[in-house]
């Protein structure tokens, strides 16, 4: 059962995270690439999501052993979702857009920002309502009916 989960949540998150990265970035897709010239955006996008998918994967089940609240352990994984998120789509920016180009670092980060803020606020709320409706996040809490249940 704990490797369903832990396949689950690997599942959600990499599609969450292709998702946010193919439509924040869907305005490059005919642009080159400036690490491969053959390269598309779908393999960019279908790849870059793999390690972060692993890693927060990993963070969320270690959080999981030591934070017991639902609320903090879904908070701290989103924003850290957003972040690698906004790495992922950053990466794409800057080896289709800004290689080509003279961007400053600001210029760079107000791209990414305007590209994708709309598909990362729709993909955080999303992980943050599965994370919370499923019952991957097991607290130790006793519920008020088992408290004053007597046991024989």
């Known amino acids: 059962m704990k ?5 689950l949540f690997f599942v959600i998150v990499y ?8 439509f924040s970035m869907i305005d490059y897709e ?15 996008v279908f ?4 390690f972060s998918s692993i890693v927060l ?5 270690a959080f999981k052993k030591v934070l017991k609240k639902r609320m903090f352990i879904s908070i701290v994984i989103v924003l850290l979702f957003i972040t690698f998120s906004f790495l992922n789509n950053y990466y794409i920016f800057i080896d289709r857009v ?24 729709i993909s955080a709320a999303i992980l943050f ?9 097991n607290t130790n809490t006793v519920s008020v009916r088992e408290s004053t249940q007597f046991h024989e």
Do not use: Q
């Not at 599609?15 to 193919?22: D, E, Q, R």
């Not at 005919?30 to 960019?44: A, I, M, W």
């Not at 309502?129 to 499923?134: A, F, H, N, P, T």
């Open 98 to 121: 800004s290689a080509w180009s003279s961007f400053s670092l600001k210029g760079e980060i107000l791209g990414v920002v305007s590209d994708s803020y709309l598909h990362l606020i």
């Open 57 to 61: 994967t990993f963070l969320f089940f």
């Open 15 to 22: 599609v969450l995270s292709v998702f946010t990265a193919y």
């Open 3 to 7: 490797v369903l989960k832990i396949i």
């Open 47 to 50: 790849l870059l999501p793999v």
């Open 129 to 137: 309502m599965v994370l919370m409706r499923l019952n991957i996040i």
């Open 30 to 44: 005919d642009t080159v690439s400036s690490s491969c010239l053959e390269c598309s955006l779908v393999r960019d």
